[in-house]
């Protein structure tokens, strides 16, 4: 806008289809003039429909009482809880599977990412048939594989497998022991955090006096002494700071302990397996951008294998990863709305299935929905942009 | 020649401890993984038999009775029968198309791309929705299988080129209102899961359509699938247009071209040159998420599938991983294919710009 303004302030405007700035301004009104005709058309007929159809409107229905049950919710949920609550479990549900997905994506990505740059000819052609095989098919065929083909055909609790002593996968999920609060719990974490944080401000020091005076303070090991030291220190003196609650057979079922959702399950490994696949390919994109002359002048520089990649190769790698790395995060989050094909309660299968369905208000429940993933993306490329502001290369 | 075989061995499986710790975790990860698949879907797998009976029994293995039998629902859905070849014409006259397309030494470029993307989806739509007087209409709740896959994906590739194409322009534009709607637009879909997209289309877009405009279910998630890859291939056009550079339309202008000339004659034809990879990678993005058009009640290919899985004539232990194992198969082979002719274009295109 400053631009065109300031341009029409110096010369007076000419009125003639040729002056560009005219032009520019008359394409500019209709455009926009286009776009509001269009919204206003769309809300008249949509308010016609509504009011026809006696449909309510108003966001007032997020105080009624939700009247349905859902399987898995992080904060407390009850039949009686209002459509309100029910949206908020299905929000946490949502952010649960796609931050743990993120981590275990993006962990075995790399993985098989360095994999498929490995001198060990078997390895690399393993990593590449994954690749190539799990990015190549849909993911909502992969989630009903894995939940309708390999986990419902799993054996009853009765006859559950033992994963581990105390972990058991049956047909209804993964069950396995809680852990139980006790009293030198809360000193027990306190000194976790201060342990942590004692741990981070060695780094920075000496890291600190690395770059001005050139000597060597062995952070890693101190900072390892301290964080498992403290907390070790607390358990002794204070007693266990948590229990085990191992899970009990019942008549037909576990009860106690913490279970895993068998469409957890899926919809998490799915979504790991198909991210990896995609992350992958971005972190050999990313180390094969670094070119051979760098690592050869690291070991002229008399660097090993290990420093050369942990100093020269993977800081540069970064720049080139973290954009498309960015993006696959989001898909991976938008992609748990897949949740609702296999019946995770995430917020897409709450709000925008039942919810919907019982209240019939769709341009209320779609326009929340769609807006918790438009801010969820917004919140994760901004988070992303501020790591790679701090990753780029920084040029005079 | 065994020596050589050694020494290959040696250097690329064993060159030191560490390396042969991996090949040995590998050999063992593939001895625990790929007999039991090679017994499940050969060995042990029911070959012959006529319903379910067949495939019960402890020990067996996949049940490829179910895929043949059911092979016909899987392309057409529920499409009558005596009416399939003219689904069956509509594609070969597709393949006509596309073929000399893919092949980069075939000429006339220009009119192949007119005749695939203007000619051919209306003699396709007419030949397959039978909406003409003299031919027998079939209503689009029969359409299933894999022609749903393909009219949904291959609909949304065609309507979301042009509109891309003016969204990347737009979003490039130095007029202030057209670029922030053009990317609040692109930035919205973009941001948002393709599923709450079709649900919108589903649930939402029947209510700001004026009463005596109907679109049925299949129209209505296609109007949603254009307008939210349309958003996708802006960005991939947008990527081709930051390629050209400025100098060119510079030049252009210096001539006198208008602005529509300079994009339509010099930047564009360079530009999407640069993204048909892209292009393409986008079309494999799209014909995968075609799946999710089950989800508001479509039946695609693989909701085909999950159709006859559910047939009671049909269940049986094993059916559930034989249909899937045999989609995920289907869809590798679109798939891969596609990004095998993306890789070989991107080699192609790359080829003048290596010294």
């Keep these: 806008m400053a631009g065109g303004k300031q341009a029409t302030a110096k010369r007076a405007m000419r009125w003639s289809w040729n002056d560009p700035h005219l032009r520019a301004l008359i394409w500019q009104i209709g455009a926009l003039a286009i776009v509001v005709v269009t919204l206003w058309y769309l809300a008249a007929t949509a308010h016609e429909n509504l009011s026809r159809q006696h449909i309510a409107t108003g966001f007032g229905f997020l105080q ?31 952010l649960l599977v796609a931050a743990l997905g993120t981590v275990l994506a993006v962990a075995l990505g790399f993985v098989v990412g360095i994999a498929r740059l490995s001198s060990n000819w078997l390895v690399a052609k393993l990593a590449a048939a994954y690749v190539e095989t799990l990015r190549n098919i849909p993911l909502l065929l992969q989630l009903f594989f894995w939940y309708f083909a390999i986990l419902q055909p799993l054996p009853s609790p009765r006859e559950s497998l033992t994963l581990l002593p105390g972990v058991f996968l049956s047909n209804r999920g993964i069950v396995m022991p809680g852990i139980g609060l006790t009293g030198t719990s809360l000193a027990f974490f306190a000194t976790l955090i201060v342990a942590v944080l004692a741990a981070l401000y060695i780094a920075r020091r000496a890291r600190a006096r690395l770059l001005a005076t050139g000597q060597r303070f062995p952070a890693v090991i101190v900072n390892t002494v301290i964080i498992i030291g403290l ?3 607390v358990w002794l003196v204070g007693g266990a700071p948590f229990t085990l609650q191992h899970a009990e057979m019942g008549k037909f079922d576990f009860t106690g302990g913490w279970r895993l959702l068998p469409e957890f399950l899926a919809l998490l490994l799915g979504l790991t397996l198909y991210t990896a696949a995609f992350i992958a390919e971005i972190v050999r994109a990313g180390i094969q951008s670094v070119g051979h002359g760098q690592t050869e002048a690291a070991h002229a520089l008399g660097l090993s294998n290990g420093q050369t990649l ?9 720049r080139v990863i973290i954009p498309p790395l960015t993006s696959q995060i989001l898909n991976l ?8 094909a296999i019946g995770y309660p995430d917020l ?3 709000f925008a299935g039942t919810v919907l369905n019982q209240t019939g208000q769709a341009i209320e429940v779609i326009a929340i929905t769609m807006g918790v993933y438009l801010v969820i993306s917004l919140a994760t490329s901004f988070a992303m942009n501020l790591y790679n502001a701090r990753v780029a290369i920084v040029e005079r | 020649m065994v020596t050589t075989s050694i020494k290959w061995l040696r250097r690329n499986l064993f060159s030191n401890w560490w390396n042969t710790g991996l090949t040995v975790l590998v050999l063992y990860v593939l001895w625990s993984a790929v007999p039991p698949f090679i017994d499940w879907a050969f060995v042990s797998a ?10 019960l029994g402890p020990g067996k293995g996949a049940c490829w009775p179910f895929v043949y039998a059911n092979l016909d629902q899987f392309i057409y859905g529920r499409y009558p029968a005596e009416l399939r070849w003219r689904v069956n014409v509509a594609f070969l006259l597709g393949l006509a198309g596309l073929v000399p397309m893919l092949i980069p030494r075939v000429p006339a470029k220009f009119w192949n791309l007119g005749y695939l993307v203007i000619a051919w989806p209306m003699i396709a739509i007419v030949l397959i929705s039978g909406d003409r007087p003299g031919l027998i209409g079939v209503d689009t709740d029969l359409w299933g299988g894999l022609l749903v896959t393909l009219i949904v994906a291959i609909t949304g590739i065609v309507a979301s080129f042009p509109l891309g194409v003016l969204l990347a322009l737009g979003r490039r534009s130095e007029m202030p209102v057209i670029r922030s709607l053009s990317t609040i637009f692109i930035e919205f879909w973009r941001g948002v899961p393709l599923i709450t997209v079709l649900f919108m289309a589903s649930v939402m877009l029947p209510l700001f359509l004026p009463r005596e405009i109907h679109l049925d279910n299949l129209l209505r998630c296609l109007v949603g699938v254009a307008l939210f890859s349309s958003a996708y291939m802006a960005e991939v056009v947008r990527g081709g247009l930051q390629a050209v550079p400025r100098g060119q339309i510079e030049a252009a202008r210096a001539l006198g071209l208008s602005y529509w000339q300079t994009m339509g004659l010099v930047v564009l034809p360079q530009a999407l040159r640069h993204v048909i990879p892209g292009i393409v990678n986008t079309f494999i993005g799209l014909f995968k998420d075609t799946t999710l ?35 995920a198969f289907v869809y590798w082979v679109f798939c891969f294919g596609m990004s095998r002719y993306s890789a070989f274009m991107e080699r192609r295109l790359n080829k003048g710009m290596v010294r």
């Design chain 1, 231 to 233: 907390p070790a220190l």
């Design chain 1, 64 to 94: 009624n009482t939700a009247g349905f049950g859902i399987v898995q919710s992080l904060i407390p949920y009850s039949e009686e809880a209002s459509y309100g609550r029910a949206f908020l479990v299905g929000l946490c549900n949502t």
């Design chain 1, 348 to 350: 897409v299968s709450v």
């Design chain 2, 293 to 327: 058009v089950l989800i508001v009640g479509l039946f695609d290919f693989l909701g085909q599938v999950r159709v006859q899985l559910s047939d009671m004539h049909w269940s049986t232990p094993q059916g559930a991983a034989t249909g899937y194992v045999f989609a």
């Design chain 2, 46 to 55: 029911v070959w012959h038999g006529e319903g379910r009976a067949a495939c």
């Design chain 1, 310 to 318: 942990r100093l020269v190769v993977i800081p540069q790698a970064l």
């Design chain 1, 333 to 340: 989050t938008k992609n748990s709305s897949l949740a609702v």
